[in-house]
């Protein structure tokens, strides 16, 4: 098995990992240049931090609002607010006006 290309490029991964230098845990000391030295540090006015206040975002639609309807009457609604250009939102805000006005007629 000495022929075999990938048992000698195996065996000389091997021996190139243990001939390399162990690493240390010696630190690497770098040098020391006080800012007074140093023409770019002393230049640079130290940067401060400030935490920005975000304004606090009044919603359009404040709750969320779920309703339990059938397919039917879900693809109804979908093809009325379709069928006249209006928002779910707009359509769900006439109906409720509606109502109103019949509850109204109702009482009198």
Same mark, same amino acid.
């Given at each position: 098995?000495e022929?075999?290309p ?17 690493p ?23 940067r401060v931090? #400030?935490?920005?206040? %975000?304004? =606090?975002?009044? +919603?359009l ?6 309703? $339990?309807? #059938?397919?039917?009457? %879900?693809? =109804?609604?979908d +093809? ?7 928002? $779910?939102?707009?359509?769900?805000r %006439? ?12 009482e009198k």
């Amino acid at each position: 098995m000495e022929n075999d290309p990938l048992e000698r490029i195996a065996v000389a991964l091997v021996e190139e990992i243990r001939a390399r230098r162990t690493p240390t845990s010696d630190p690497v000391s770098l040098p020391q240049n006080s800012p007074e030295e140093s023409p770019i540090i002393s230049n640079v006015a130290p940067r401060v931090r #400030t935490a920005r206040k %975000r304004e =606090r975002r009044v +919603a359009l639609y404040p709750a969320h609002y779920s309703l $339990r309807v #059938t397919d039917e009457d %879900r693809d =109804r609604f979908d +093809a009325y607010a379709e069928r006249y250009k209006l928002t $779910r939102g707009e359509l769900f805000r %006439r109906m409720l006006d509606a109502l109103d006005i019949l509850e109204s007629e109702r009482e009198k």
